[in-house]
């Protein structure tokens, strides 16, 4: 089996290094180089063509979401997650813009990164649950949000279920088994919600749901 092929960016050594060192210690991932700057990791991505980058938003010189920006032109196939310190929904919606399909913070538990890395692997998305709660929760109060839910609708009943699901983190084969559908059937929708949203990622299609309020916002 192939493994998947994760190349990290961050200044900070200790960081960096205790994230390898988590990572390789994984069967299926491997660490192919590392960036301590954006520009030094915009130009492994060109050279080594990675399946995942792990991505901080503070980095000398060209930022994070900057790289981000340029790592999507030179490389549409790697997947960016941003890990970072920045619980900011400014951040969030800046790196999902710049085309990451993932978003968590450095907190998270080395089970939620490497789930992160295996989901943005297999062409899904993935935000942190305590981002995507924050952000649906002061979006779905704003009158304007509500007023757009009402007239930019275009999600049928289950695809407005199925991108609740997404914005909560679950993966398709989670919402698949809530749904008592089958992740094909998922994976179609999703389809769906993408052409209609005008949007490139399941992320960036829970996104625009939290800023537009298609979705209500998460109970917990």
Not at 164 to 179: D, F, M, S, T, Y
């Amino acid at each position: 089996m192939s493994k998947i092929r994760v190349l990290l960016a961050d200044d900070h050594d200790l960081f960096r290094q205790g994230v390898r060192r988590l990572l390789e210690g994984v069967s299926d991932l491997e660490v192919i180089g590392e960036g301590r700057t954006g520009e030094e990791t915009v130009r492994l991505v060109e050279d080594l063509v990675p399946d995942i980058v792990l991505l901080d938003i503070t980095m000398p010189g060209l930022s994070g979401i900057d790289a981000a920006r340029l790592i999507k032109t030179a490389s549409p196939r790697t997947g960016v997650i941003m890990l970072t310190v920045h619980a900011d929904e400014e951040f969030l919606f800046e790196a999902i813009k710049a085309g990451a399909m993932g978003y968590l913070l450095k907190d998270a538990s080395p089970d939620d990164l490497v789930r992160a890395i295996r989901l943005i692997y297999g062409g899904e998305g993935l935000l942190a649950p305590s981002m995507a709660a924050k952000v649906m929760r002061e979006f779905a109060r704003t009158r304007e949000a509500k007023e757009l839910a009402g007239v930019l609708n275009p999600l049928t009943v289950r695809e407005i279920e199925i991108l609740q699901h997404v914005a909560e983190g679950l993966a398709n084969k989670e919402i698949a088994h809530k749904l008592s559908i089958s992740e094909r059937t998922v994976k179609n929708h999703l389809s769906n919600i993408m052409e209609k949203l005008h949007v490139n990622s399941r992320t960036q299609a829970a996104v625009y749901a939290l800023r537009s309020g298609l979705v209500p916002p998460p109970s917990r």
